[in-house]
């Protein structure tokens, strides 16, 4: 029984005791509490009083380096304008020098080199600028239009004395009156004063007829179609088939063709009709060709040959008498 009542007594001594220690030890927390705030707050004091140490440091250092900066800039300022004159005078003095042994390096090469010959003499500047520019310079070329304009106004004189209407013109006969462009066509007839006729006249300007386009039509008077192209082609005329806005004279002479005849109508202010005698009148109103010899200014036969000597008799005071 006595063992019995030391078991059961000794775990309810060891229970009371732990409440007592527990107990006390909750009585002493807060007050260790208050004690490890105290010390927080105390150690926060001291870190923000060396943070604010720290910061006057840094404030001071601030304020002497910007007042060593300020005396720096003040002695730059000072002492800028003379650096800069000082400079100045430097290149000065190097661009001096430079020019002296320009000038020694010159007359040693002058003193060397024999002096060339007067004809020989190299080009000046100012004509060596003058032969490019010459040689550079192109001739503007004119227009089409700029070239007709000029050879009107070349021709205007002559254009001026023409008759408003030629007179070795006919029209060709209609075939159809339903089909006015169905005509009598067919192989160029001879012309009628073939070989009868003086030659051409001939111009030494070979740029007369220059910008000018003509169309041919019809049987002309003493010149073929062929020869009427070669001649106005001479004079730097252009000769085209059909009658346009570009056209400035139509040649036309008999049996001219009416659809040729109607667009040169249509557009008189600026195309005019003349026949052969017209096309001479503009080509003799130029500066006129050298002469040709005798047996060239004779008439032509219809076969381009020369015309046969006069089979009239010689008179009885020429004859002899037997």
């Given amino acids: 029984t006595t063992t019995t009542t030391t078991t059961t007594t000794a775990p309810g001594r060891r229970s009371r005791a732990m409440d007592i220690r527990n ?11 208050k004690k490890n705030a105290a010390a927080a707050a105390e150690s926060k004091v001291g870190q923000d009083a060396h943070a ?29 304008p ?14 001096k020098r430079q020019r002296e042994e320009e000038a020694v390096a010159s007359e040693a090469t002058t003193e ?11 080009l000046s500047p100012e004509k060596k600028l003058k032969s490019k520019t010459t040689t550079t310079t192109k001739k503007k070329e004119l227009t089409p ?14 254009i001026a004395s023409l008759p408003e209407k030629p007179n070795k013109f006919t029209l060709r006969e209609q075939t159809s009156d339903l089909n006015p462009y169905n005509q009598k066509g067919g192989e160029e007839e001879n012309p009628p004063n073939r070989g009868t006729k003086d030659a051409p006249p001939q111009s030494s300007d070979e740029n007369l007829l220059s910008g000018l386009t003509f169309v041919i039509t019809g049987t002309l008077d003493s010149l073929l179609r062929e020869e009427c192209t070669d001649l106005i082609k001479r004079h730097g005329g252009r000769v085209t088939t059909s009658v346009s806005g570009k056209t400035d004279f139509l040649v036309c002479g008999l049996d001219s063709g009416g659809s040729k005849v109607r667009g040169a ?34 008439p032509r036969t219809a076969e381009g040959a020369r015309p046969a000597a006069s089979a009239t008799p010689p008179s009885p005071s020429s004859t002899s008498t037997p």
């Avoid at 720290?54 to 380096?65: G, S, T, W």
């Fill in 82 to 95: 003379v650096a800069k004159k000082a400079k100045k005078v430097r290149n000065v003095l190097a661009v």
């Fill in 145 to 158: 239009k700029e070239l007709r304009a000029a050879g009107l106004k070349r021709l205007s004189a002559a």
């Fill in 265 to 298: 109508t249509e557009r008189k202010d600026t195309c005019r009709m003349v026949d052969e005698d017209g096309l001479f009148a503009l080509i003799a109103s130029g500066p006129p060709a050298a002469k040709a010899s005798a047996s060239d200014s004779s």
């Fill in 52 to 80: 604010r140490g720290d910061l006057d440091q840094l404030e001071e250092k601030k304020k002497k380096r910007n007042e060593e900066q300020a005396l720096e800039d003040d002695a730059t300022m000072e002492v800028a």
């Fill in 23 to 33: 107990f006390f030890k909750a009585a002493a927390a807060p007050t260790a509490k």
């Fill in 112 to 122: 060397t080199t024999a002096p060339l010959p007067k004809e020989a003499s190299p």
